[in-house]
């Protein structure tokens, strides 16, 4: 039995894998050329941005820095080992290569690319974070570890399930990303920008993970949620008071 089957992924066939990953790249090049040479889209920024800062509140900073804070490279890395050590366990060497492959193309992805943009944040914090922007890389992550993370959980499920299942996925993936442009440390742009830039990743590895003949284990989606959970409030717990000085915000009594 394979891992997943047609109904998990943007399409059965494999010229629509390619069709899919093509297609978020041209999009993510036109927004990078438009980010690059477009006043305009710096303006819609500006005016989304001032938009978001509309919501801010005491009560809702802290929630939205949770959120940030669930995208931050210490959970996805968790999530990451996780589901390596399985493909480890099952001798699946080539989806362990693509899956660290996939992982280290969005870091370097994003770190080649802001380097190029040289873009601004909204606003310069105290510490903690490179000064670029373009593109999101807590955006990008978000896209690419839940999205392999719902191609493993997804398996083996009514079809319906499947669909609540990416589309908790989506949902969180977004959220992240709406956080950032909450807490002012990105521009809406450059959040799209790492979402596209994710889900070409996340589509490529999915045709791999398509191909593949890896058996499905009852205790795989377990074992992510649970280290999902464990690594996040492991990260809230030791970090939160250093994150709430990062981010400016002002400490709850």
């Known amino acids: 039995m394979r891992i997943i089957d047609p109904y998990h992924l943007p399409a059965a066939a494999k010229r ?14 036109s927004l990078l050329w438009l980010v690059i040479s477009a006043p305009v889209i710096s303006r819609w920024d500006s005016q989304l941005s001032n938009l978001a800062q509309a919501f801010r509140s005491a009560a809702a900073d802290p929630i ?35 899956l660290v492959a996939v992982c280290l193309s969005a870091v370097w992805a994003v770190m080649i690319i802001k380097s190029v943009t040289a873009r601004s944040r909204p606003v310069m ?22 999205g392999i993370a719902a191609l493993f959980i997804a398996h083996g ?29 990105h521009w809406p742009s450059d959040v799209v920008a790492g979402w596209l830039l994710g889900f070409a990743l996340v589509v490529a590895f999915a045709w791999q993970l398509h191909q593949s003949d890896l058996q499905h284990e009852r205790w795989l989606t377990p074992l992510i949620l649970s280290v999902s ?25």
Do not use: E
Request: net charge positive; proline share 2%.
């Open 16 to 29: 629509s894998y390619v069709i899919t990953c093509v297609s978020a790249i041209v999009l993510f090049l």
């Open 64 to 98: 939205m820095l949770a959120v940030t804070l669930s995208g931050d490279v210490f959970v996805a890395l968790s999530v990451a080992l996780a589901i390596l050590v399985y493909l480890l366990l099952h001798r699946q060497w080539w989806l362990s290569i693509h």
């Open 125 to 146: 914090l105290s510490s903690g974070l490179d000064s670029f922007s373009f593109p999101s890389g807590h955006a990008c992550t978000a896209a690419v570890m839940t």
């Open 157 to 185: 499920r009514h079809p319906r399930t499947r669909k609540i299942l990416f589309a908790i996925a989506a949902v969180i993936t977004i959220l992240i990303g709406l956080s950032r442009v909450y807490l002012q440390v």
């Open 229 to 253: 959970a464990l690594a996040l409030v492991t990260h809230l717990a030791f970090n939160w008071s250093s994150k709430v000085a990062t981010y400016n915000l002002i400490p709850v009594s």
